[in-house]
């Protein structure tokens, strides 16, 4: 088959397909520059409308974005830049009943998304210790002396400002913040001692700082701070990603669906006194009775910890409940006392003599086997003899509880919301923890028939051995002798508390014991400063609105102004298309008119076509 040749429409110099010379045609000027700016603005469009739709992979995205999809959190370990004139600082002073403590928390500014929250971490300095300065004894000794509350806080401030830069002082906040020891006092010492402070500080420092600024906070107030900042540290405000998620019906909203988001964790604290329990309830309660309803507006905290308060986000419904005399110290005094006045009873009743002396010792299920011990006041005082029965002790505890056979009750018949044991998870600090590591070692995650079984063989070793571990350097830095005698006592005053009081089932598997969090000790002081602080984000989020759309073009459009700005690009790409139709048009009617007759059956044919004379 012979060549086909198409001088006849094109130049013969062209020696490409018909295809390609019909674009080569087409992409002259000015119709070349006309394509390449229409497709341009269509690319461009396109990629603009994904981009505030979403719809792009999460590498696509903007290097601002993907900082805000991987921010850096409290587990940083670095010295804090203190030179960087972006961070922010803040100051809280946590005044205890055995002394005072001051913690300096630093943050850059907030990235613009009203939906998250500041990035709150601890300042270290250049030995990458955190910034923190305590003092004794705690702030309610100054109650004969309020006039001195100043003089006594004046060494934390004045080390906190050594470390921040002073032209961040004006614009850093303080907040003292008292709890146990100052709760105790009367009102008017209180306010006493509050007024010291509110007067004076101003005077000697230039943080930011009001009347409002230093406050006795309720146990409630303490129990959420710990509630948010344990669940800060974790990840659990951080929506972004689902991957343990929970239908929440939000506080104050009308909205009739469920919110979805991930699934916060519930705070199991054990001291020596006292035992906490904070966890979110998503769904709404239902109460019993009105005399329940009354109790549970004190022990349920329903608050917005975001910056808008109008986004549901970071709308939480958290009960939080604190029992005192429940703490594993205070529990073996109650049990000793229990033990003292019914074996006291019982031996003028039956005219006995049994603890009255080491060779007629009381057999004690609590205590490790053969462990002789003496318990009460030198006025009376009682021998006991451990005999280390695990169950046993369990049974007698549970007298301690003060459990009630109404519903929706645990710990001394106090109201506690139904949890969905299903769908939730648990973090246990304190003697939940020393309990399971400090001896037993198994700290982590809580599995109950493990934790059982070693605490039973733990109880019924002879005290002798464990006595012998200990000389060997086995519970060198984790215990000393005082756990070791108490170790079977609290191992069982942990288990009922959980099962029997808190109403855990014996198959949770959702509950962690711990030391630190991400290998750091989380304080309430940080939720304190998360929760107070959480409207300063609408301060960084106007200020960048107002650098201008250059800097950030991408927020200063709506979403209606996106989608008109790719039918604009549509158009111009169309207007284009409808152009090059008319040119090509009218490039084959001018071909036609220059094509000879003669050479039309040649092209049917396909045969050779001879050589014409081009007629420009």
Known sequence: MGRISFSCLFPAAWHFSLPSQILSRLLLPPFRQLFIVGLLFFLLGTVYLLLVTGKLPANWITKENHFHRHMARVTDVDATDASNPDLNYGLVVDCGSSGSRIYVYCWPSHNGNPRELLDIRQMRDQNRKSVVMKIKPGISKMAQTPEKASDYIYPLLSFAAEHIPKNKHIETPLYILCTAGMRIL?????????????TDIPVHFNFLFSDSHVEVISGKQEGVYAWIGINFVLGKFNHAHNDAVVEVNVPGSDQQEALVRKRTAGVLDMGGVSTQIAFEVPKTVSFTSPQQEEVAKNLLAEFN?????????????????TFLGFGGNAARQRYEERLIENTTTRNKLLGQHVGETAESPLPDPCLPA???????????????????????????LQGFLKLTNETQTSLSGVFKPPIDYNNSQFYGFSEFYYCMEDVLRMGGDYNTSKYAQAAKSYCATQWKTLKERFDSGLYASHADLHRLQYQCFK??????????????????????????????????????????????????????????????????????????LFLVCFFIVLLSIILYMLRLRRIHRRAAQHCSPSSVPWLEEGLGSPTLPINL
Not at 188 to 195: D, G, K, V, Y
Request: hydrophobic content about 35%; glycine content about 6%.
């Open 370 to 396: 053969d462990l002789q011990d003496q318990i009460g006041t030198p006025e009376q005082k009682l021998h006991v003899l451990g005999t280390g029965d695990f169950d046993q002790c369990r049974h007698r």
């Open 186 to 198: 009367p009102e008017s010492q209180q306010e006493a001692i509050l007024e010291d402070l509110r």
């Open 491 to 564: 191992s069982a005053w942990m288990y009922e508390v959980l099962h029997s009081g808190f109403s855990f089932p014996t198959d949770y598997k959702n509950l962690k014991t711990v030391f630190l969090v991400y290998d750091k000790e989380v304080q309430w002081t940080l939720g304190a400063i998360l929760f107070r602080t959480r409207f300063l984000p609408l301060r960084d989020i106007q200020q960048e609105s107002l650098k201008g759309v250059h800097s950030h073009w991408r927020h200063s459009f709506s979403f209606v102004n996106n989608h008109y």
């Open 305 to 321: 910890l975001g910056c808008d308060a109008h986004q549901t986000d970071h709308v939480y419904r958290v009960y939080v409940s």
